[in-house]
């Protein structure tokens, strides 16, 4: 039996591969800083089929500990300040956890055990201002916050093991990726979120910024099947994982009203004091090294996307005011 040990459990992506994982028979145990919080935030799914155990991920000593402790097969880290509204807040902690936690965590499996495989949720966010676009493995890195500066520093980090020392250490570039399971801070659960709570009169607009932003929205299930498939390989590597197309955050609310028989024009208003600079160059991945090497492609479109958002989120609404 294989043993994955996550950070970030408790979050969209960990559990996600938790799910995909314990369907393929592996023991999972997820790396929390509460142990007791943790099993309280776990979905329904997880509930007593995982092994949760304390660690900071600041501390070299006890991650080391935990490694020896848990013996895991593969290692995935997800846990991480967000990216959104707060890659410009607390420079020095995202550096700290985003970036110098990963240097750790190599560290650790080097001198616990090299034939572990690790996987680090990269980001989109690396290349900030990119100098072209699509964005590729090969496209120069140029960020424009502390949190993705941190990102690159982990991804330089696993490289350098890779070449110095031989571990089996993978980054992956992710783009956005969304679910019924992320936060609300971020537009995309904020637009089907406040779309179900006016289907059902519990509120009667929505505020939004720049309508026109575009973004290469995935399923988060999808994007961690890639991460999984990364560490089955027989040599490490890095890999963009996006869908390569772009959606506008009008066409999110459209899709997402239409989903309820509502047209997004009568309840979502535009706040210019909410718009965020614009963009010079497109964010979007060429994910093609992954369908070629990996296998991979996703498996749920946009409007699936969306409408499985939304109804999930009428589904929890609808059942929290009976």
Sequence with gaps: MKTALITGLTGQDGSYLAELLLAKGYRIVGAVRD??????????TL??????????????????????????????????????????DDPVGIGEVNGLAVARMLEAIRKVD????????????IFGEPLESPQTECTPVN?????????????????????????????????NHESPRRGLCFVTRKITHEAAKIKLGLTKDLQLGNLGARRDWGFAGDYVRAMWLMLQQSRPDDYVIATGETHSVREFCECAFRCLGLDY????????????????????????KAKRVLGWEPQIGFDELVNMMVNADLQMLDENNK
């Excluded at 967000?82 to 410009?88: D, E, L, N």
């Excluded at 090299?114 to 966010?125: L, M, V, Y």
């Design 143 to 175: 960020p424009r916050s502390p949190y993705g500066a941190a990102k690159i520093y982990a991804d330089f980090m696993i490289r350098i093991y890779r070449q110095r020392y031989g571990l089996f250490a993978c980054s992956a570039i992710l783009f």
């Design 47 to 88: 509930k007593d089929k995982v092994e949760l155990v304390a660690w900071n991920m600041l501390d070299q000593q006890e991650i080391v500990a935990i490694l020896r402790h848990c013996q895991p097969t593969e290692l995935y880290n997800f846990a991480a300040y967000s990216s959104g509204a707060g890659m410009y």
């Design 265 to 288: 024009r009568e309840y979502v208003q535009e706040d210019s004091s909410a718009f965020r600079p614009l963009e010079p160059t497109l964010l979007a991945g060429d994910a093609r």
């Design 114 to 125: 090299i034939d572990i495989r690790f996987c680090q949720a990269s980001s989109r966010e």
């Design 35 to 44: 142990v007791r919080q943790a099993a309280d935030l776990l979905p329904s």
